[in-house]
């Protein structure tokens, strides 16, 4: 089992920025990759990064690329998504997940993702 708890959200104005984190404990955090998700009110879950277990490759939605950063500290158990640029279209819940070693499947779909954390708010107003 891994555990994962999200932190960092909140209300922050267009154009601003944000980082969220994603606390892991549980099994050998650096076994998994990590992936970064949200869910805008009445919107299915969407994919926004992911970092593979190696801490590269990664990978982004296009509606975030050059603008979020994902990154992770194994050390700290820890994966990042420093958010710039912020618009209102990026107000969500964000979940961070992670995929199990060996998981067949791309890292912008849910289905390869075993664990979950239950989310931070992010709120951006215009």
């Known amino acids: 089992q891994v555990q994962l708890v999200e932190s960092g959200g909140g209300l922050v104005q267009t154009g601003g920025s944000l980082r969220l984190s994603c606390a892991a404990s549980?099994?050998?955090?650096?076994?998994?990759?990590m992936g970064w998700f949200r869910q805008a009110p009445g919107e299915e879950r969407e994919f926004v990064a992911a970092?593979?277990?190696?801490?590269?490759?990664?990978f982004y939605a296009d509606s975030v690329k050059g603008r979020f950063t994902i990154s992770r500290d194994n050390a700290k158990n820890t994966v990042y998504l420093q958010m710039n640029s912020l618009k209102p279209e990026d107000t969500a819940v964000y979940s961070c997940?992670?995929?199990?070693?060996?998981?067949?499947?791309?890292?912008?779909?849910?289905?390869?993702?075993?664990?979950w954390g239950q989310g931070t708010h992010v709120t951006v107003s215009s």
């Open positions: 997940a992670a995929r199990s070693p060996g998981a067949l499947g791309s890292y912008d779909s849910v289905r390869p993702y075993a664990y």
């Open positions: 549980g099994r050998t955090f650096s076994n998994y990759g």
């Open positions: 970092i593979a277990w190696t801490g590269g490759p990664t």
